[in-house]
T-cell receptor, first 123, second 112 residues
Framework: GAVVSQHPSWVICKSGTSVKIECRSL??????MFWYRQFPKQSLMLMAT?????????EQGVEKDKFLINHASLTLSTLTVTSAHPEDSSFYIC???????????????????FGEGSRLTVL | GESVGLHLPTLSVQEGDNSIINCAYS??????FIWYKQESGKGPQFIID?????DKRQGQRVTVLLNKTVKHLSLQIAATQPGDSAVYFC???????????FGSGTRLSIRP
C-alpha cells in the first residue's frame, strides 16, 4: 500500500526557535495533504488542508502565520512551527491523498494515507 | 481547528469477547464515516468506512453500523484479541472532498 513518511519522528527545540516537519508521499502523487495536531489523550484536530501549488486552507482558530505550510511538489508538504513555545508541544500528523473525493470511482477512505506522526517538544 | 469532542473514555473487554465502540458525530451533512485505530506514538490506521446510503458494512472481524437518525456510529470487533488494544477514533466527512474530522476516541483495553 501507499506510504506517507514524516520527518523527523521526534524533535526537541528551545522556545522561540522554528521547527520544520516534512510529510512525503513515497509512491504516489499527493494532490492534497492534511495536517493534524494531537495533544495527549485527545483526538486529532485538523489544522489545515494543503493543495499542491496553492496556499493552504487553515481551520478556524489555527494561526496561519505561526504554522506555515508549504506544498511545493506533489510528494512533499512541510509544516513549519515558527517561534515555537511549550504550548506548541504536540504530536503532529499528516495525511495525503491523490483523490479529491475519497469515494470517487468507488474508492473509499482507505485512500487517505497517514504518516506516523512527529512529536514536537518545546523546552 | 475543528474537533469533535475532547474526551477519551476507556472500554475494557475480556479477550475473546466482542467489543462495541460507539461514536456520536456532529455534522448532519456528513455522508461518509470512517473508523481508525491508533496505537501509542503512531499515526491512525484505517479500519473500515461506510457511506451514508448504507447502515451496515462488514469487514474482517469488524462491523460498522450507522444510524443517521440519531447521528450515531458504532464499531463492532468480534473475538477481541490483545492486538486490538489501541485507541479507536471515528471520523466523518463529505464524499465530495477528502477532508475528514475526527471524533473523540475510545481506548480499548483487553483483559486476559
Amino acid at each position: 500500500g501507499a506510504v506517507v513518511s514524516q520527518h523527523p519522528s521526534w524533535v526537541i527545540c528551545k522556545s522561540g526557535t522554528s521547527v520544520k516537519i516534512e510529510c512525503r508521499s513515497l509512491d504516489f502523487q499527493a494532490t492534497t495533504m492534511f495536517w493534524y495536531r494531537q495533544f495527549p489523550k485527545q483526538s486529532l484536530m485538523l489544522m489545515a488542508t494543503s493543495n499542491e501549488g496553492s496556499k493552504a486552507t487553515y481551520e478556524q482558530g489555527v494561526e496561519k502565520d505561526k504554522f506555515l505550510i508549504n506544498h511545493a511538489s506533489l510528494t512533499l508538504s512541510t509544516l513549519t512551527v515558527t517561534s515555537a513555545h511549550p504550548e506548541d508541544s504536540s504530536f503532529y500528523i499528516c495525511s495525503a491523498t491523490d483523490t479529491l473525493g475519497v469515494w470517487t470511482s468507488g474508492r473509499g477512505a482507505g485512500e487517505l494515507f497517514f504518516g506516523e506522526g512527529s512529536r514536537l517538544t518545546v523546552l | 481547528g475543528e474537533s469533535v469532542g475532547l474526551h477519551l473514555p476507556t472500554l475494557s473487554v475480556q479477550e475473546g469477547d466482542n467489543s462495541i465502540i460507539n461514536c456520536a458525530y456532529s455534522n448532519s451533512a456528513s455522508d461518509y464515516f470512517i473508523w481508525y485505530k491508533q496505537e501509542s506514538g503512531k499515526g491512525p490506521q484505517f479500519i473500515i468506512d461506510i457511506r451514508s446510503n448504507m447502515d451496515k458494512r462488514q469487514g474482517q472481524r469488524v462491523t460498522v453500523l450507522l444510524n443517521k437518525t440519531v447521528k450515531h456510529l458504532s464499531l463492532q470487533i468480534a473475538a477481541t484479541q490483545p492486538g486490538d488494544s489501541a485507541v479507536y477514533f471515528c471520523a466523518e466527512g463529505l464524499s465530495s472532498a477528502s477532508k475528514i474530522i475526527f471524533g473523540s476516541g475510545t481506548r480499548l483495553s483487553i483483559r486476559p
